[in-house]
Structures are given as C-alpha cells and as structure tokens.
C-alpha cells in the first residue's frame, strides 16, 4: 500500500513539512480547497480516525488548533474551517488519517456547506434511540473485555453488580464514556 | 489573544444576533458599549443570546444522544444526513481559539467514539468531521461545537473540490506560517530519528574502502558513497585495523567531510518494506469474508487497497 503522507516522512516527497515531533507532523499539501490550507497527520499510520489511539487523536485537535490560530494571524483569516474526511466514502482520498486546516474569508467562493435534508420527527426518535443502544452496547463490549480480545476487565460479578446499578439509573450512565470523562 | 478575540467579534454580525433587529442608532450605542467591554463581559453577553446554551440548561427541547459533565452530543435539526450530530461543549465558547486545551482533548476523543457509533448504527462508509471558525467558514451560531456527518459513497456533503495549486504556493505557505506556528507550538522537538537509532546497531561496525586506498569509511561517509561498487571493499573494525589503513575522521563521529559526490556514482535509497503490510491485511479482507461478519472498522480502513 503506498502512502503520500508516509512518503513524505521517509523524505521520498517534495511536499514541504512545517513541523513534526514524535506524534504529529504538519505539512502544506499542493492539493488544496484554498491556498493556505495545512494539513495534519499522525506520525504512526493510521488509515482512519477510529484507529488513532486517544492520545494521539487529542494531540492532533490541539495542533490543529494552534495551526488554526496561526492561520488566523498570519494570513489575517476571517476564520477557518477545520475538516476530517473519514473512510472513502467521506473522500478521503490518502489513506491516512488527517485533518485539515482551512483559512477563510468572505466571499472566497469556497462552497463547504452542504444541503440539508430535514428528517421527519418519528425518525429522528428512532436514530435517537438506536445511537443510544449502541452506546451501551459498546460500554458492554468494553466492560466484558470483547472488544479488545482481552480478559475481562471485571470480574463477571462486578459486571453484574454495574449492570444492576445502570438499570437503577434508567440507562443515565454509561461506562465507556466514564472512562474518558476525564475532565472535573 | 484578547485582542485577537475582540477584533474577531466584530467580524463576525451574528455573534450578537440581537444586533440587527436594532436601529441604526441603537446599534452605534452597542458598539460602542462593547468596545469598552472586557472579554469576560462579552463572553458575557454572547451567552446570554446562545442558543445552544439554553439547550444545555434545558431550556430549549433538543435530541440529545449523549452527555457528560464536560459535552453535550445533539442531533442537528438540519441535517445534512441522517445520523448527523453535533457535539458541544457545555461552557460557552464561540470559536475554537477559545477552548481550553483539556476540554479539547475531551472532545476530540469523544468524537472518534461517536464517529465509531455512527459508523455502526447507519452503516456509513465513512464520517465527515467538520468545525466552522467565524461566519467566513459558513459558522452560523454562536457556540463552538463540532459536526458529525455519516457518509455514504456518492454523497456530497463538501462541494467544494481540491484543486493542485502547485508546490511553489505550498512552499510560500510554509515559510509565512512556519515561524508562528513554532511559537504557538513552543518550539521544535527533538525527535529521535532512525539514523540515530541504527548507528547503534552491530552490523554497522563494518567499514568500507577501496581496493587502493589508504583510509577506512563508515557507510554514510560521502567518501565510502564516491567509491566505485565494483572496487568498494566492506571491512570488519579489526580487519580494517589489521589491514594497515588510517580510519577517516567520519569513524570517530568527530566529524563527517563534506565532499560532493562525484556524478555517476548515486548513494543507495532505502526502500520502505511495504510489502508485509499489504499480505497483513489482505489475510485480514480474507478472514472477514470467511467468517461473512458485518462491515467493522478494518473494513472501511481497508476499502482503500
């Protein structure tokens, strides 16, 4: 599988590279929305976001914010906009996982919205409720260790006793999403 | 960044969208009000007219899917697919120069497990993760929050196309950010690169020579790459040594001569091993069609071979 991105670590690409650490490198692609845009990747591939380890995936957001506000400044932006297309059916079009830093000011004619398709209300409770048992189904995954083909992070009857507890909370809680609550 | 803030909240009409229900006069009196303001009073007053805030404190009816003590995950009521949510923080921040590095952090890993759910639940190809800083990228509230699209292929959700503009633009792009960037940034890492590594490696105690030559080089010494293949000679450290020959100042790691290399004779390129990477995951396409599962994550990443 060849990969523009990790050509350009290993130095087979004249695409120039502003800055990279052992986590993220950020470098100005030739194909672009608007000349300006930056993009920025993971050092390690990865070809789509689900992939990306927590840490990495919350480094490259804060680069990206910082490109964000040196783009702001330096090309006296009106704002930007800050893209991840993720999988071939987003266009993503290298196969690793990036994103985008596109600056932008009025009337630039560079069309990002797209339409909307207002979805009757009995749907949306549907898509609501099925999001919402998926998200507890995972945190069972995740609980029972099967996602990551590991032991189990419990014993079964501390499952069990968690179990008992959720249902207690009418399914409130959710335990997956505890664990990356790490903000007081 | 106060000033930077303040400018921005002029540039940007619906950020107090009470603004234009006004009179031409009231609106001057505005203004001139907030030129005096703090940027804690205009956070302020930015708040108070915010809708998502008021979704946040339940004042406004919303569908929310998920929620902890830092963010808020909602369906868009104008989506652009179905499954399209939006995620919020539950503080009010209108831009995201703004949020606090944490609650960042937070938000971003919580995206990639919503974009997982997304995946799962409408069985999209992929998502479209997009944040819109400033009415110039198409922001039209004034919360900072994050769009969470499912895609299907053949579906447009960014019209917009990218077009090769060159490297010459790309280069003048780097030189004009570069140096603010690596403020922002705090500087430049030192990154352990492999040649580093590799020098600790046994194999590189050989040496290579000349058939002729009077000194002994390192691999990487420009003088080892002008020595013809056909006359070059790979030496161990005590053959070298026995040999007669003077070792360059590039053994030590004193010094490294510069010297051009003489045309014709082209260092080496390494070559990346690909190879092992592509049967890897073709065993795995393989493996999944046996067991005939549902799409899962390594599916949609391997759509790309």
Same mark, same amino acid.
């Given at each position: 599988?060849?990969?523009?991105?990790?050509?350009?670590? !290993?130095?087979?690409?004249?695409?120039? @590279?502003?800055?990279?650490?052992?986590?993220?490198?950020?470098?100005?692609?030739?194909?672009?929305?608007?000349?300006?845009?930056?993009? %920025?990747?993971?050092?390690?591939?990865?070809?789509?976001?689900?992939?990306?380890?927590?840490?990495?995936?919350?480094?490259?957001? @804060?680069?990206?914010?910082?490109?964000?506000?040196?783009?702001?400044?330096?090309?006296?932006?009106?704002?930007?906009?800050?893209?991840?297309?993720?999988? $071939?059916?987003?266009?993503? %079009?290298?196969?690793?996982? !990036?994103?985008?830093?596109?600056?932008?000011?009025?009337?630039?004619? @560079?069309?990002?919205?797209?339409?909307?398709?207002?979805?009757?209300?009995?749907?949306?409770?549907?898509?609501?409720?099925?999001?919402?048992?998926?998200?507890?189904?995972?945190?069972?995954?995740? $609980?029972?260790?099967?996602?990551?083909?590991?032991?189990? %992070?419990?014993?079964?009857?501390?499952?069990?006793? %968690?179990?008992?507890?959720?249902?207690?909370?009418?399914?409130?809680?959710?335990?997956? @999403?505890?664990?990356?609550?790490?903000?007081? | 960044?106060?000033?930077?803030?303040?400018?921005?909240?002029?540039?940007? *009409?619906?950020?107090?969208?009470?603004?234009?229900?006004?009179?031409?006069? /009231? +609106?001057?009196?505005?203004?001139?009000?907030?030129?005096?303001?703090?940027?804690?009073?205009?956070?302020?007053?930015?708040?108070?007219?915010?809708?998502?805030?008021?979704?946040?404190?339940?004042?406004? &009816?919303?569908?929310?899917?998920?929620?902890?003590?830092?963010?808020?995950?909602?369906?868009?009521?104008?989506?652009?697919?179905?499954?399209?949510?939006?995620?919020?923080?539950?503080?009010?921040?209108?831009?995201? &120069?703004?949020?606090?590095?944490?609650? #960042?952090?937070?938000?971003?890993?919580?995206?990639?497990? #919503?974009?997982?759910? #997304? =995946?799962?639940?409408?069985?999209?190809?992929?998502?479209?993760?997009?944040?819109?800083?400033?009415?110039?990228?198409?922001? +039209?509230?004034?919360?900072?929050?994050?769009?969470?699209?499912?895609?299907?292929?053949?579906?447009?959700?960014?019209?917009?196309?990218? +077009?090769?503009?060159?490297?010459?633009?790309?280069?003048?792009?780097?030189?004009?950010?570069?140096?603010?960037?690596?403020?922002?940034?705090?500087?430049?890492?030192?990154?352990?690169?492999?040649?580093?590594?590799?020098? =600790?490696?046994?194999?590189?105690?050989?040496?290579?020579?000349?058939?002729?030559?009077?000194?002994?080089?390192?691999?990487?010494?420009?003088?080892? /790459?002008?020595?013809?293949?056909?006359?070059?000679?790979?030496?161990?450290?005590?053959?070298?040594?026995?040999?007669?020959?003077?070792?360059?100042?590039?053994?030590?790691?004193?010094?490294?001569?510069?010297?051009? *290399?003489? *045309?014709?004779?082209?260092?080496?390129?390494?070559?990346?091993? #690909?190879?092992?990477?592509?049967?890897?995951?073709?065993?795995?396409?393989?493996?999944?069609?046996?067991?005939?599962?549902?799409?899962?994550?390594?599916?949609?990443?391997?759509?790309?071979?």
């Amino acid at each position: 599988m060849e990969c523009e991105y990790c050509d350009i670590l !290993s130095g087979n690409s004249k695409i120039p @590279l502003i800055y990279d650490d052992d986590a993220v490198v950020v470098v100005v692609k030739d194909m672009v929305y608007t000349p300006g845009q930056i993009t %920025i990747f993971p050092r390690n591939h990865f070809t789509i976001l689900e992939q990306v380890p927590d840490e990495i995936v919350s480094r490259c957001m @804060l680069v990206a914010d910082k490109v964000s506000r040196a783009v702001f400044e330096v090309f006296q932006a009106e704002g930007t906009n800050i893209l991840i297309q993720n999988g $071939l059916g987003a266009g993503q %079009i290298v196969p690793h996982f !990036s994103i985008e830093v596109i600056p932008r000011i009025e009337n630039d004619n @560079l069309n990002l919205r797209w339409d909307t398709k207002p979805l009757p209300e009995d749907e949306m409770e549907t898509t609501v409720m099925t999001l919402e048992k998926t998200l507890q189904e995972m945190d069972q995954e995740i $609980l029972a260790g099967k996602a990551a083909g590991e032991k189990p %992070i419990l014993e079964k009857s501390e499952v069990n006793k %968690i179990d008992a507890d959720a249902a207690k909370e009418k399914n409130r809680d959710n335990y997956l @999403l505890k664990s990356i609550r790490k903000i007081p | 960044m106060n000033d930077f803030l303040i400018r921005y909240l002029y540039k940007f *009409p619906s950020s107090l969208s009470f603004m234009s229900e006004l009179t031409e006069e /009231q +609106r001057k009196q505005w203004e001139e009000k907030i030129k005096k303001m703090s940027p804690e009073e205009l956070q302020q007053l930015q708040k108070q007219q915010c809708v998502f805030c008021q979704i946040v404190a339940e004042k406004v &009816p919303s569908k929310k899917v998920y929620e902890d003590s830092t963010c808020l995950a909602i369906l868009d009521i104008n989506p652009a697919a179905k499954g399209h949510l939006l995620l919020l923080p539950k503080e009010h921040y209108a831009i995201m &120069p703004q949020v606090p590095e944490q609650v #960042l952090k937070h938000v971003s890993i919580v995206t990639k497990y #919503l974009s997982q759910i #997304l =995946l799962k639940v409408t069985r999209a190809d992929g998502t479209t993760i997009f944040i819109a800083n400033g009415a110039a990228a198409g922001q +039209r509230a004034q919360h900072f929050f994050i769009h969470l699209i499912p895609r299907k292929a053949g579906d447009v959700v960014i019209p917009a196309e990218e +077009r090769l503009v060159g490297l010459e633009t790309a280069v003048k792009v780097k030189t004009t950010v570069e140096k603010k960037l690596l403020i922002l940034l705090g500087g430049r890492k030192e990154i352990q690169k492999e040649e580093v590594r590799t020098q =600790l490696l046994p194999e590189l105690e050989m040496f290579v020579t000349s058939g002729s030559a009077k000194r002994y080089h390192t691999n990487k010494c420009p003088f080892a /790459q002008n020595i013809p293949p056909e006359k070059k000679v790979t030496l161990l450290k005590e053959e070298a040594e026995k040999s007669g020959r003077k070792p360059c100042t590039c053994v030590s790691g004193k010094r490294i001569p510069l010297v051009k *290399p003489i *045309p014709g004779s082209k260092p080496k390129k390494k070559k990346e091993p #690909l190879l092992k990477k592509i049967s890897e995951s073709k065993q795995s396409i393989i493996l999944k069609k046996k067991n005939g599962r549902e799409a899962s994550l390594d599916d949609i990443a391997n759509l790309f071979k």
